[in-house]
Nanobody, 122 residues
């Protein structure tokens, strides 16, 4: 059974930093792509950042220059470094990962984490 477990959320003052981690538990071969989404109260879930199989990254305009997504295949982790946080970054943050279960797997399987709360006070 593969699960994604997020950690690193919390309460921080505006201008501060947080690092979110997303760990894949269970037996997998590798994480080939991943993403971080967020959902604020009363709003739709939005893609914040993604990292592709080749390591390319994409960010929503609101976080460009402040957030950095990365992954560590050896540790089965996807990270989101968040700097210069603003109150409007307050949301539940969810990670997803496209996972190859075995070296011979032809298609990845996408998994989602349960979410971690990030609250930025002004």
């Amino acid at each position: 059974q593969v699960q994604l477990v997020e950690s690193g959320g919390g309460l921080v003052q505006a201008g501060g930093s947080l690092r979110l981690s997303c760990e894949a538990s269970g037996s997998i071969f590798s994480i080939i792509a991943g993403g971080w989404y967020r959902q604020a109260p009363g709003k739709q879930r939005e893609l914040v950042a993604s990292i592709t199989t080749s390591g390319g990254t994409n960010y929503v305009d609101a976080v460009k220059g402040r957030f950095t997504i990365s992954r560590d295949n050896g540790k089965k982790m996807v990270y989101l470094q968040m700097n210069s946080l603003k109150p409007e970054d307050t949301a539940v943050y969810y990670c997803n990962a496209d996972v190859l279960l075995r070296a011979t797997s032809k298609m990845p399987i996408r998994y989602w984490g349960q979410g971690t709360q990030v609250t930025v006070s002004s």
